[in-house]
Protein backbone atom coordinates (compact mmCIF):
# COMPACT_ATOMS: atom_id res chain seq x y z
CA UNK A 1 0.00 0.00 0.00
CA UNK A 2 0.57 3.59 -0.34
CA UNK A 3 4.35 5.28 -0.30
CA UNK A 4 6.29 2.23 -0.20
CA UNK A 5 7.74 1.79 -3.69
CA UNK A 6 10.88 4.34 -4.26
CA UNK A 7 11.61 3.16 -7.37
CA UNK A 8 8.52 5.15 -8.61
CA UNK A 9 9.05 8.57 -6.46
CA UNK A 10 7.43 7.12 -3.06
CA UNK A 11 4.06 6.01 -4.64
CA UNK A 12 2.49 3.10 -6.00
CA UNK A 13 2.03 4.49 -9.64
CA UNK A 14 4.69 6.42 -9.80
CA UNK A 15 3.80 9.81 -12.56
CA UNK A 16 0.77 9.56 -14.24
CA UNK A 17 -0.60 12.42 -15.99
CA UNK A 18 -3.79 14.79 -15.35
CA UNK A 19 -5.39 13.08 -18.21
CA UNK A 20 -4.81 9.57 -17.75
CA UNK A 21 -6.15 9.67 -14.04
CA UNK A 22 -9.05 11.91 -14.78
CA UNK A 23 -10.03 12.71 -18.76
CA UNK A 24 -13.03 11.41 -20.18
CA UNK A 25 -11.31 9.53 -23.10
CA UNK A 26 -9.03 7.53 -19.85
CA UNK A 27 -10.60 4.11 -20.05
CA UNK A 28 -10.71 3.96 -24.06
CA UNK A 29 -8.18 1.57 -24.86
CA UNK A 30 -7.66 3.29 -28.30
CA UNK A 31 -6.81 6.99 -26.33
CA UNK A 32 -3.49 8.32 -26.43
CA UNK A 33 -4.75 8.74 -22.15
CA UNK A 34 -5.95 5.01 -21.40
CA UNK A 35 -4.96 4.11 -18.18
CA UNK A 36 -7.05 1.72 -16.35
CA UNK A 37 -5.58 -0.26 -13.32
CA UNK A 38 -7.37 -2.14 -10.64
CA UNK A 39 -7.51 0.33 -7.82
CA UNK A 40 -7.19 -0.57 -4.15
CA UNK A 41 -7.91 1.76 -1.44
CA UNK A 42 -5.01 3.71 -0.46
CA UNK A 43 -3.27 3.47 -3.62
CA UNK A 44 -1.13 6.75 -4.45
CA UNK A 45 0.24 8.33 -7.59
CA UNK A 46 1.89 11.28 -8.32
CA UNK A 47 -0.64 13.59 -10.65
CA UNK A 48 1.41 15.86 -13.45
CA UNK A 49 0.58 18.94 -14.45
CA UNK A 50 2.91 19.89 -17.57
CA UNK A 51 2.68 23.60 -18.72
CA UNK A 52 4.48 26.43 -21.03
CA UNK A 53 6.01 29.15 -18.52
CA UNK A 54 7.66 31.94 -20.56
CA UNK A 55 8.91 29.28 -22.80
CA UNK A 56 10.13 26.34 -20.29
CA UNK A 57 8.08 23.31 -19.72
CA UNK A 58 7.50 23.10 -16.46
CA UNK A 59 6.17 19.93 -14.56
CA UNK A 60 3.54 20.56 -11.36
CA UNK A 61 2.98 17.12 -8.98
CA UNK A 62 0.06 16.23 -7.07
CA UNK A 63 0.05 13.65 -4.66
CA UNK A 64 -3.62 11.78 -4.82
CA UNK A 65 -4.69 9.05 -2.76
CA UNK A 66 -7.64 6.70 -3.81
CA UNK A 67 -9.99 6.18 -1.28
CA UNK A 68 -12.68 4.36 -0.60
CA UNK A 69 -15.77 6.32 1.02
CA UNK A 70 -17.80 4.07 1.95
CA UNK A 71 -15.00 1.49 3.31
CA UNK A 72 -16.39 -1.79 2.04
CA UNK A 73 -20.22 -0.43 2.89
CA UNK A 74 -22.86 0.01 0.57
CA UNK A 75 -21.90 1.97 -1.79
CA UNK A 76 -23.06 5.92 -1.36
CA UNK A 77 -20.23 7.87 -2.22
CA UNK A 78 -17.86 5.77 -4.06
CA UNK A 79 -14.26 5.72 -4.31
CA UNK A 80 -12.11 8.93 -5.42
CA UNK A 81 -8.60 10.73 -6.29
CA UNK A 82 -7.86 12.98 -3.02
CA UNK A 83 -5.62 15.08 -2.18
CA UNK A 84 -4.79 18.43 -0.40
CA UNK A 85 -7.74 20.31 -0.98
CA UNK A 86 -10.08 18.31 -2.66
CA UNK A 87 -12.80 17.88 -1.86
CA UNK A 88 -16.01 15.19 -2.63
CA UNK A 89 -18.88 17.94 -3.12
CA UNK A 90 -23.04 16.76 -3.85
CA UNK A 91 -24.05 18.04 -7.58
CA UNK A 92 -26.87 20.15 -7.53
CA UNK A 93 -27.22 20.46 -11.15
CA UNK A 94 -30.12 18.31 -12.86
CA UNK A 95 -27.67 17.59 -16.17
CA UNK A 96 -24.54 17.50 -14.05
CA UNK A 97 -20.93 18.89 -15.43
CA UNK A 98 -17.96 17.72 -17.36
CA UNK A 99 -14.17 17.36 -15.79
CA UNK A 100 -12.61 20.67 -15.64
CA UNK A 101 -15.49 22.47 -15.24
CA UNK A 102 -15.85 25.21 -12.46
CA UNK A 103 -18.54 24.97 -9.79
CA UNK A 104 -19.08 27.71 -6.80
CA UNK A 105 -21.20 27.02 -3.53
CA UNK A 106 -24.26 29.79 -3.38
CA UNK A 107 -26.34 30.28 -0.76
CA UNK A 108 -29.21 27.75 -0.48
CA UNK A 109 -32.65 27.95 1.16
CA UNK A 110 -33.73 24.49 1.06
CA UNK A 111 -32.18 21.13 1.41
CA UNK A 112 -31.43 19.36 -1.84
CA UNK A 113 -33.12 15.94 -2.77
CA UNK A 114 -31.97 13.61 -2.72
CA UNK A 115 -29.74 14.22 0.55
CA UNK A 116 -26.39 15.76 0.41
CA UNK A 117 -25.37 14.38 3.68
CA UNK A 118 -22.37 16.83 5.14
CA UNK A 119 -21.36 17.29 1.39
CA UNK A 120 -20.99 20.48 -0.41
CA UNK A 121 -23.58 21.76 -2.66
CA UNK A 122 -22.18 22.56 -5.61
CA UNK A 123 -23.44 24.03 -9.15
CA UNK A 124 -22.14 25.83 -12.07
CA UNK A 125 -22.78 29.75 -11.56
CA UNK A 126 -25.50 31.42 -13.31
CA UNK A 127 -25.73 34.72 -11.58
CA UNK A 128 -23.28 36.98 -10.76
CA UNK A 129 -23.63 36.26 -6.79
CA UNK A 130 -23.16 32.62 -7.45
CA UNK A 131 -19.90 33.37 -9.04
CA UNK A 132 -18.84 35.42 -6.25
CA UNK A 133 -19.09 32.42 -4.20
CA UNK A 134 -16.34 29.79 -6.30
CA UNK A 135 -15.49 26.53 -4.79
CA UNK A 136 -13.11 25.07 -7.63
CA UNK A 137 -12.64 22.93 -10.66
CA UNK A 138 -14.54 19.41 -11.28
CA UNK A 139 -12.33 16.30 -11.38
CA UNK A 140 -14.85 14.19 -12.46
CA UNK A 141 -18.23 14.09 -14.13
CA UNK A 142 -21.19 14.61 -12.42
CA UNK A 143 -24.49 12.85 -14.49
CA UNK A 144 -27.52 14.14 -12.71
CA UNK A 145 -28.19 15.86 -9.66
CA UNK A 146 -27.49 13.76 -6.23
CA UNK A 147 -24.26 12.99 -7.65
CA UNK A 148 -21.37 12.99 -5.91
CA UNK A 149 -17.80 14.08 -7.68
CA UNK A 150 -14.38 15.54 -6.14
CA UNK A 151 -13.41 18.98 -6.65
CA UNK A 152 -10.07 20.88 -6.34
CA UNK A 153 -10.13 23.59 -4.29
CA UNK A 154 -6.71 24.37 -4.13
CA UNK A 155 -3.63 24.06 -5.98
CA UNK A 156 -2.76 23.53 -10.37
CA UNK A 157 -5.43 22.12 -12.39
CA UNK A 158 -6.76 22.37 -15.55
CA UNK A 159 -9.97 24.49 -16.57
CA UNK A 160 -12.15 25.32 -19.09
CA UNK A 161 -11.75 28.89 -21.20
CA UNK A 162 -13.92 31.47 -22.13
CA UNK A 163 -12.25 34.06 -24.11
CA UNK A 164 -8.97 34.87 -23.37
CA UNK A 165 -6.94 35.12 -20.33
CA UNK A 166 -3.76 37.19 -19.15
CA UNK A 167 -0.69 35.55 -16.70
CA UNK A 168 -0.69 38.98 -14.92
CA UNK A 169 -4.25 39.04 -13.71
CA UNK A 170 -6.84 37.29 -11.73
CA UNK A 171 -9.24 34.75 -13.07
CA UNK A 172 -12.89 34.19 -12.39
CA UNK A 173 -15.98 31.89 -13.03
CA UNK A 174 -18.61 32.33 -15.59
CA UNK A 175 -21.79 33.36 -14.81
CA UNK A 176 -23.72 31.39 -17.57
CA UNK A 177 -24.19 28.13 -16.60
CA UNK A 178 -21.32 26.48 -18.21
CA UNK A 179 -18.28 26.27 -15.71
CA UNK A 180 -16.10 28.21 -17.89
CA UNK A 181 -13.17 30.60 -16.41
CA UNK A 182 -12.88 34.29 -17.65
CA UNK A 183 -11.18 37.00 -17.23
CA UNK A 184 -14.08 38.99 -16.92
CA UNK A 185 -15.27 39.49 -13.00
CA UNK A 186 -18.69 38.60 -11.89
CA UNK A 187 -20.04 41.67 -10.34
CA UNK A 188 -17.40 43.68 -8.49
CA UNK A 189 -13.71 43.46 -8.76
CA UNK A 190 -13.78 42.10 -5.39
CA UNK A 191 -16.36 39.25 -6.22
CA UNK A 192 -14.92 35.57 -7.20
CA UNK A 193 -11.65 36.20 -8.29
CA UNK A 194 -10.34 32.72 -7.53
CA UNK A 195 -6.86 32.12 -9.32
CA UNK A 196 -4.63 33.12 -11.67
CA UNK A 197 -3.59 31.63 -15.53
CA UNK A 198 -0.05 29.77 -15.64
CA UNK A 199 -0.92 28.58 -19.01
CA UNK A 200 -3.56 30.75 -21.13
CA UNK A 201 -3.63 27.84 -23.82
CA UNK A 202 -4.40 24.15 -22.53
CA UNK A 203 -6.29 22.10 -24.60
CA UNK A 204 -9.33 20.35 -22.18
CA UNK A 205 -10.63 16.44 -23.01
CA UNK A 206 -14.09 17.06 -23.15
CA UNK A 207 -15.34 13.56 -24.22
CA UNK A 208 -14.32 10.17 -24.67
CA UNK A 209 -13.70 10.27 -28.18
CA UNK A 210 -10.62 12.72 -26.85
CA UNK A 211 -12.40 15.79 -28.53
CA UNK A 212 -10.36 18.84 -26.95
CA UNK A 213 -11.85 22.29 -26.14
CA UNK A 214 -10.29 25.53 -24.75
CA UNK A 215 -8.58 25.50 -21.81
CA UNK A 216 -6.27 26.99 -19.18
CA UNK A 217 -4.04 25.63 -16.69
CA UNK A 218 -5.02 27.35 -13.36
CA UNK A 219 -3.61 28.26 -9.63
CA UNK A 220 -6.39 28.07 -7.42
CA UNK A 221 -5.69 30.58 -4.81
CA UNK A 222 -2.51 32.07 -7.05
CA UNK A 223 -3.68 35.85 -6.88
CA UNK A 224 -4.20 38.28 -3.81
CA UNK A 225 -7.34 39.81 -5.75
CA UNK A 226 -9.88 37.47 -3.77
CA UNK A 227 -8.89 39.82 -0.86
CA UNK A 228 -8.78 42.80 -2.52
CA UNK B 1 3.70 8.26 14.60
CA UNK B 2 7.29 9.27 13.41
CA UNK B 3 7.66 10.70 10.23
CA UNK B 4 11.10 9.65 9.69
CA UNK B 5 9.05 6.17 9.25
CA UNK B 6 7.28 7.53 5.88
CA UNK B 7 9.08 6.03 3.08
CA UNK B 8 9.72 8.60 0.68
CA UNK B 9 12.39 8.69 -1.88
CA UNK B 10 14.57 10.16 0.45
CA UNK B 11 12.93 9.54 3.56
CA UNK B 12 12.49 12.57 6.32
CA UNK B 13 14.68 15.11 6.07
CA UNK B 14 15.41 18.69 7.32
CA UNK B 15 15.43 21.18 4.52
CA UNK B 16 19.24 22.21 4.62
CA UNK B 17 19.77 18.02 3.65
CA UNK B 18 17.51 18.21 0.82
CA UNK B 19 19.40 21.52 -0.49
CA UNK B 20 22.25 19.16 -0.67
CA UNK B 21 21.25 16.37 -2.56
CA UNK B 22 22.11 15.55 -6.18
CA UNK B 23 21.53 13.35 -8.29
CA UNK B 24 17.99 13.36 -7.66
CA UNK B 25 15.42 12.60 -10.85
CA UNK B 26 12.02 13.94 -12.17
CA UNK B 27 9.18 12.77 -9.61
CA UNK B 28 11.69 11.84 -6.57
CA UNK B 29 9.79 12.70 -3.17
CA UNK B 30 11.04 13.61 0.52
CA UNK B 31 9.50 14.79 3.38
CA UNK B 32 10.98 18.34 4.18
CA UNK B 33 11.38 18.28 8.11
CA UNK B 34 11.74 21.88 8.67
CA UNK B 35 8.64 23.23 6.55
CA UNK B 36 6.71 19.62 7.61
CA UNK B 37 5.25 18.97 3.65
CA UNK B 38 5.98 16.79 1.32
CA UNK B 39 8.25 17.52 -1.61
CA UNK B 40 8.65 16.44 -5.20
CA UNK B 41 11.36 17.19 -7.20
CA UNK B 42 10.21 18.26 -11.13
CA UNK B 43 13.26 18.39 -12.53
CA UNK B 44 14.02 21.92 -11.92
CA UNK B 45 13.51 22.45 -7.88
CA UNK B 46 11.77 20.65 -5.20
CA UNK B 47 7.84 21.95 -4.63
CA UNK B 48 5.32 20.99 -2.15
CA UNK B 49 1.67 21.22 -1.70
CA UNK B 50 2.03 25.08 -1.51
CA UNK B 51 4.01 25.74 -4.43
CA UNK B 52 4.13 26.59 -8.02
CA UNK B 53 7.27 26.70 -10.29
CA UNK B 54 7.92 30.30 -11.71
CA UNK B 55 10.60 31.69 -14.01
CA UNK B 56 12.44 34.43 -12.50
CA UNK B 57 12.59 37.94 -14.36
CA UNK B 58 15.93 39.43 -15.73
CA UNK B 59 15.18 41.98 -13.09
CA UNK B 60 15.74 40.98 -10.22
CA UNK B 61 17.46 38.05 -11.57
CA UNK B 62 17.31 35.82 -8.79
CA UNK B 63 15.21 35.13 -5.71
CA UNK B 64 15.93 34.77 -2.15
CA UNK B 65 13.56 32.75 0.47
CA UNK B 66 10.98 34.48 1.59
CA UNK B 67 10.73 36.90 -0.74
CA UNK B 68 6.82 38.38 -2.59
CA UNK B 69 6.27 37.88 -5.53
CA UNK B 70 4.52 39.28 -8.59
CA UNK B 71 4.00 37.64 -12.05
CA UNK B 72 5.14 40.27 -14.81
CA UNK B 73 2.92 39.71 -18.15
CA UNK B 74 4.54 37.09 -19.53
CA UNK B 75 4.08 35.40 -16.27
CA UNK B 76 7.39 35.59 -15.17
CA UNK B 77 8.18 36.61 -11.66
CA UNK B 78 9.40 40.14 -9.92
CA UNK B 79 9.47 41.09 -6.82
CA UNK B 80 5.98 42.66 -5.40
CA UNK B 81 5.88 45.93 -3.65
CA UNK B 82 2.97 48.00 -2.38
CA UNK B 83 1.03 49.76 -5.02
CA UNK B 84 -2.20 50.12 -7.30
CA UNK B 85 -4.88 47.71 -6.70
CA UNK B 86 -4.34 46.14 -10.73
CA UNK B 87 -0.34 45.26 -8.55
CA UNK B 88 -1.83 43.60 -6.06
CA UNK B 89 -3.65 41.42 -8.60
CA UNK B 90 -0.50 40.66 -9.47
CA UNK B 91 0.66 39.19 -6.37
CA UNK B 92 1.25 35.12 -6.85
CA UNK B 93 2.59 34.30 -3.28
CA UNK B 94 6.25 33.60 -1.39
CA UNK B 95 9.55 32.03 -2.36
CA UNK B 96 9.89 28.72 -0.40
CA UNK B 97 13.59 28.44 -1.71
CA UNK B 98 16.39 30.38 -3.38
CA UNK B 99 15.85 30.27 -6.87
CA UNK B 100 17.92 27.82 -8.98
CA UNK B 101 18.90 27.95 -12.44
CA UNK B 102 16.07 30.81 -12.84
CA UNK B 103 13.58 29.07 -11.34
CA UNK B 104 11.77 29.35 -8.04
CA UNK B 105 9.04 27.45 -5.90
CA UNK B 106 6.94 29.92 -4.84
CA UNK B 107 4.22 29.46 -2.39
CA UNK B 108 0.56 30.53 -2.84
CA UNK B 109 -1.24 29.35 0.07
CA UNK B 110 -0.49 27.77 3.46
CA UNK B 111 2.00 28.76 6.14
CA UNK B 112 4.74 29.66 4.99
CA UNK B 113 8.54 31.56 5.83
CA UNK B 114 8.63 35.65 4.52
CA UNK B 115 10.47 38.07 4.58
CA UNK B 116 9.56 41.02 6.84
CA UNK B 117 9.95 44.58 5.93
CA UNK B 118 9.24 46.27 9.54
CA UNK B 119 8.80 44.94 12.92
CA UNK B 120 6.12 42.56 12.84
CA UNK B 121 3.50 41.62 15.50
CA UNK B 122 2.11 38.09 15.34
CA UNK B 123 -2.14 38.00 14.87
CA UNK B 124 -2.20 40.64 12.26
CA UNK B 125 -2.68 41.21 8.82
CA UNK B 126 -0.05 40.36 6.24
CA UNK B 127 0.70 43.11 3.08
CA UNK B 128 2.61 44.07 0.41
CA UNK B 129 5.47 45.72 2.02
CA UNK B 130 6.79 49.30 0.56
CA UNK B 131 10.66 47.80 0.27
CA UNK B 132 10.41 44.98 -2.65
CA UNK B 133 9.99 41.91 -2.02
CA UNK B 134 9.14 42.38 1.96
CA UNK B 135 5.87 42.09 3.99
CA UNK B 136 4.37 44.31 6.09
CA UNK B 137 1.58 43.77 9.10
CA UNK B 138 -1.28 45.91 9.53
CA UNK B 139 -3.48 45.74 12.44
CA UNK B 140 -6.89 47.21 10.39
CA UNK B 141 -6.81 43.88 8.03
CA UNK B 142 -9.20 45.26 5.06
CA UNK B 143 -8.74 45.06 1.49
CA UNK B 144 -5.59 43.49 -0.39
CA UNK B 145 -4.55 42.03 2.94
CA UNK B 146 -2.67 38.65 1.65
CA UNK B 147 -3.21 36.94 5.43
CA UNK B 148 -1.78 36.88 8.71
CA UNK B 149 1.12 37.12 10.73
CA UNK B 150 1.69 33.89 12.62
CA UNK B 151 4.83 35.46 14.82
CA UNK B 152 6.69 38.88 15.42
CA UNK B 153 10.10 39.94 14.87
CA UNK B 154 12.20 42.52 13.17
CA UNK B 155 12.71 43.73 9.83
CA UNK B 156 14.37 41.44 7.34
CA UNK B 157 14.11 38.31 9.08
CA UNK B 158 12.35 35.55 7.96
CA UNK B 159 8.71 35.16 10.06
CA UNK B 160 5.67 32.30 9.64
CA UNK B 161 2.84 33.99 8.02
CA UNK B 162 -0.31 32.33 6.57
CA UNK B 163 -0.82 32.86 3.41
CA UNK B 164 -4.68 33.50 1.90
CA UNK B 165 -6.99 32.60 5.12
CA UNK B 166 -10.40 33.57 4.65
CA UNK B 167 -11.36 37.04 3.09
CA UNK B 168 -11.47 39.45 5.95
CA UNK B 169 -13.22 42.38 4.06
CA UNK B 170 -15.09 42.88 0.87
Redesign the interface.
Known sequence: MS??F?E????NY??KTFNQIFSPDRLVTTSANYWNPTLISGDTV?CKMQYT??S?V??????LTWYDFDQGGSVVYGAHWI???IYLCYCNESGGWGVSEFVCQPLLEDEPTPSPGARSIVQRATTGAEASQPMGIALEPASAKGDFATVAM???WPAKRFGTL?????VYSRRDGTGLVTATQPAS???G?MS?A?DINYPVVSNSESEEVNGALI?I???????? | MSYQALPYTYGARTEAQIDSISGMITGATVFNTTSQYMETYNGRVWMDERSVCFKVSSEPGTVVKGELLKTSSTGEVELAVSGSQAEREKFCGVATRASVGGFVPVAHCGKVKALAGGTIVRGRGVIIAGTSGRFDDTSSPSNGTLGMTLESGSSGVLLWIALQTIEISN
Do not use: F, R
Not at chain 1, 166 to 170: E, G, M, R, V
Open positions: YTNKGGTGILHANIDNYKLGTGMGVTLDSAYASAKLCWGTAAEQW
